[in-house]
């Protein structure tokens, strides 16, 4: 069999979750391996905690962004395309587009595609995509009349700003029981609170905004400690329901990071 000689490297934070890890980045990857059968498909972490934690755990090798592109350069690959699978454009990202930049000459065409959140047309498509794919499960889980929260990891990075401008896009295609939150960032779960005060909700559905089901929804979102999402509205008298399932699990959000691979593959959408 002929070696391949063009590569995509899904490139993720990571997780020590190994089943939300193949229903999420697993499923992408293989998502992109069927759409290019010709190129062989790599993964690539940003958490060197998360790689170390793999490695001596479970005995799991993967490599940091940087040792993959060692890797790339040493296996003759000439043609490369590294897809995050970032929700924006923060810290993370931008390790990846300046490590990219540094390999830059060491390939004949190397390009970075783009986070989830990046154009305007992006805030539209996921939009819809929460509208098709999380919408129906939390009315199934808590009828159509529950808040629904979404929440997010949040960064210090300007980035973070991402959040307001989805959250302000929700409201304005109708879905006004659509909540943004973030761990870390704003708006904080007490502003996401002082946001639903008012509304006659009884209920509320969360779901993690975040590619895997990790160590934030499971622990910050739906855990049982007295500073997590749910035991803060349970603290105000919310009836809770919890949706632990990462964005990568729901085909509609796969299919717009294969759409961005697309784009850095230079093929119109």
Known sequence: MTPKSKAI????????????????IG????????????????????SRMIIRKLEQRDGIKVDYITEAMERLVSD?????????????????????????????????????????????????????????????????AAGERAAIVLMGHGTEHYANATYSQLQIKLWLSGMTDVYITT??????FKDTLSMMEGKGYADAVLFPFMLVA?????????????????????????RVHCVVKGLGEHPAFRDLFLAHLEDAMGEKR
Do not use: K
Request: glycine share 8%; charged share 25%.
């Open 9 to 24: 490297v899904t490139v993720s934070f990571g997780t020590s979750y190994n089943e939300n890890r193949e229903r999420t």
């Open 214 to 238: 990790g160590d934030h929804a499971n622990n910050d979102m739906a855990g049982e400690g007295e500073d997590s999402l749910r035991s803060v509205l349970e603290g105000r008298g919310y």
């Open 183 to 188: 761990v870390e960032g704003f708006p904080s």
């Open 27 to 46: 499923a992408i990857e293989s998502l992109f391996a069927e759409r290019y059968p010709g190129w062989d498909v790599r993964r690539a972490f940003t």
């Open 76 to 140: 003759g690959i000439r043609t490369a395309v590294l897809q995050p699978t970032h929700i924006m454009n923060g810290l993370e990202y931008d390790d990846v587009a300046h490590t990219a930049a540094e390999y830059a000459d060491s390939f004949d065409s190397l390009s970075v595609g783009s986070p989830l959140l990046t154009s305007e047309e992006d805030y539209d498509l996921v939009t819809e995509a929460i509208r098709s794919a999380i919408v129906p499960e939390a009315a199934d």
